[in-house]
């Protein structure tokens, strides 16, 4: 019989402790599916002596993580920490160094820190493997690196943030505003223990940098990831959104252009009929396209014990099979520095304004508008609340310095009542 892969886990909270039951409960199908057994030498985390659902007592205990990296009797350390520096970074880099493979869920290390780690792993003869970083169960970085391999890639998007979702689908099937969602998703459990990595969009758009570096063979450029949250997204713009056939999506975009690599991960509104207008609640989607394949939608949990355990499994199985590829999908050496894009692609947008209820007041915005180069293709006024009345302005395709030049021109029509909302209309 073949040698075991004997694992290091360090963090032992819900994705751990599926990765521990997994390897407990189905050691006879992963060992017929690599050829050899899958064994877990040692584990470590902050708290030792917690129930955390599975028995612990047969592995070895290492309250330094460092130190569980650095073990003779592990060939595979896994990272289940978080957190771009400290412990997680120093125990990755200990793992290398003393030749373990190593195979992490940390979106925020790899955001930061990942062609130094992808180069470190290779230096070492090492890989460094990450799916369970982006879309939790979705195996999307497998379909980037090998699946897609073939293709050049035309666009990778995703709504890869489930609390976002959550948050904005909830908004709208229930009528609640977003400070009660948001209330409801921290009661639940959704939140991360800082909000503002998911409804900020960090933590999406960390998710977002590493597909592109795989996608464009790029440095992993987050710094250069045009972010924004869903805080000021209102349930009025749902509504009117959902009135005009669209749904609001905290949605990443990142797509190689004349002007260098495009990466967004904005509030945008998509077609309520099209894939991504369709996904609801904590749901992930995964949309590639390339060059040969066309399209390709993947949709699935992107959080939770059961879907990032299977994927954190499916690096390890690579690794017992002997599946060795480099952790963006090329050398690390090859990974070109990023050129950000000066300005997003064209596109469509959806204003919502309040307008003074004092004649010639909407003619003044279609001067602005019109004075930037931004032809109007749909509008709709609402009836005056204490003469104000809200209105909706999709636009044609327009550039957004365009669009920032008529939004910094319109306080000066002395017509706004409020300060107007805009939201991409992204092309499916
Ligand atoms: N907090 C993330 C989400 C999961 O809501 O999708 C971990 O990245």
């Known amino acids: 019989m073949s040698d075991p892969l004997r694992l290091g886990i360090a963090g032992l909270g819900t994705v751990g402790a599926g990765v521990v039951k997994i390897v407990r409960q189905k050691a006879q199908l992963l060992q017929s599916r690599t050829g050899r057994p899958i064994e877990i030498t040692a584990v470590s985390a902050r708290t030792r002596g917690m129930d955390r659902g599975v028995p612990l007592d047969r592995y070895d205990w290492e309250d330094d993580p460092v130190a569980l990296a650095r073990r003779g009797d592990v060939d595979v350390f896994v990272e289940l920490m978080g957190g771009a520096d400290g412990p ?107 909000p503002n990595l998911d409804v900020g969009g960090i933590d999406a758009g960390h998710k977002l940098s590493l597909l592109a570096s795989i996608a464009y063979g790029t440095e992993v450029a987050f710094d250069a990831v045009e972010l924004e949250g869903i805080g000021a997204i209102t349930i009025e713009d749902i509504r009117q959104a959902a009135d005009m056939g669209y749904r609001i999506k905290l949605l990443g975009v990142a797509q190689m252009t004349g002007r260098g690599l495009e990466q967004r991960m904005t509030p945008c509104l998509v077609p309520a009929d099209s894939a991504l207008g369709q996904l609801e609640g904590g749901t992930n989607m995964c949309v590639l396209e390339g060059d040969q394949v066309g399209q390709i939608v993947m949709r699935g949990a992107g959080a939770g014990e059961g879907p990032t355990a299977s994927a954190v499994m499916s690096d390890i199985i690579d690794i017992a099979r002997g599946t060795r590829i480099s952790t963006f999908g090329r050398p690390a050496a090859e990974l070109k520095p990023v050129t950000p894009a000066t300005s997003a692609t064209p596109a469509p947008y959806y204003l919502r304004m309040k307008l003074a209820d004092k004649p010639g007041a909407l003619a003044k915005i279609a001067t602005v508008l019109g004075e930037s180069g931004i032809s109007i293709d749909r509008m709709r006024q609402y009836s005056h609340v204490a003469s104000e009345a809200p209105v909706l302005i999709v636009t044609h395709k327009t550039s957004r310095p365009a669009l920032d030049a008529a939004l910094a021109a319109m306080p000066a029509t002395g017509v706004l009542g409020d300060t107007p909302v805009a939201l991409r209309i992204e092309q499916i």
């Open 88 to 194: 997680a970074k120093a125990a990755t880099e200990a793992a290398l160094e003393t030749g373990k493979d190593v195979v992490t869920a940390n979106k925020a290390m790899l955001a930061v820190h990942g062609k130094a780690l992808a180069g470190a792993a290779e230096a070492a003869g090492r890989v460094l493997r990450f799916e369970a970083a982006v879309a939790g169960g979705i195996p999307v970085v497998k379909a980037l690196t090998e699946g897609l391999a073939g293709n050049e890639i035309t666009r990778v998007m995703g709504v890869m943030n489930g609390t976002c979702n959550y948050i904005l689908t909830r908004m709208e099937s229930a009528g609640l505003t977003y400070e009660e969602v948001f209330e409801e998703a921290r009661a639940l459990g959704f939140l991360e223990a800082d």
